[in-house]
């Protein structure tokens, strides 16, 4: 996909999540905090950072999530947005309301995470757990070893347990969060209204918990296509990336 946008004329920045990659903590000291908002914060200093006063942002998962806040807090810094699976800010109340006995079984991993031997359990089969996943979001796709190998590597940084349990444990309420965060939570937890131009993608075989889409302009797309979309169907994605950027650019609102 990545690839795709920079051939059509695109300056590309696809970064790494704390705890993923080459990423890593200037402090040891630093807490291994993973809630909604501290990616997003991330992604605002990257973008100091670089130099970048407004970019597109495009994501899938954690990605989309971070992409979502970044566009519903900071609208200012944000041209357009694509999002898979549509709208994913969430909030620790919202996460206390129980769910239909299927729903809930498709968080089964959420679940695991709030416990020791779920982090240990992760700790130890992290890459067999990464390929559960996958194979179960995305029922059809049919990967091969190398291509996942390339995306386990980013598995292996020091942080990447901490990060990810912290993350879990803290939508259910089970870890704190940083209190300096505390105000652009308390935004989020009111569902903020994204008003840049937007697209959002669904797969017709994504095997993961999402969202039904709502009032925004949104793309089904089929063939056997699941949850880790712009892997599966990069030009899809890529070609969403260069619409809404056309729609940004007419002042369109989509």
Known sequence: MATLLAAAG???????????GTTNFVSQDEPRNGQQSVFASDAIALLDALGIEKAILAGCDWGART???LAALWPERCTALVSVSGYLIGSQKANMMPLPPAAELSWWYQYYFATERGRAGYDANRTDFAKLIWRTASPTWRFDDA???????????PAHVAIVIDNYRWRLGLSAGDPT?????RRLADFPVISIPTITLEGDANGAPHPQPATYAHRNIAGGI?????QEAPKTFAQAVIDVASAASRGAIL
Do not use: M, Q, S, W
Not at 181 to 185: I, M, R
Not at 226 to 230: F, S, Y
């Open 226 to 230: 699941g949850h880790k979309l712009p």
């Open 10 to 20: 695109y300056r590309v920045v696809v970064p790494y999540l704390r705890g993923f």
């Open 67 to 69: 992409a979502c806040i």
């Open 181 to 185: 965060l505390d105000a652009l939570e």
């Open 147 to 157: 291509t996942f190998a390339r995306t386990a590597r980013a598995l292996e940084n």
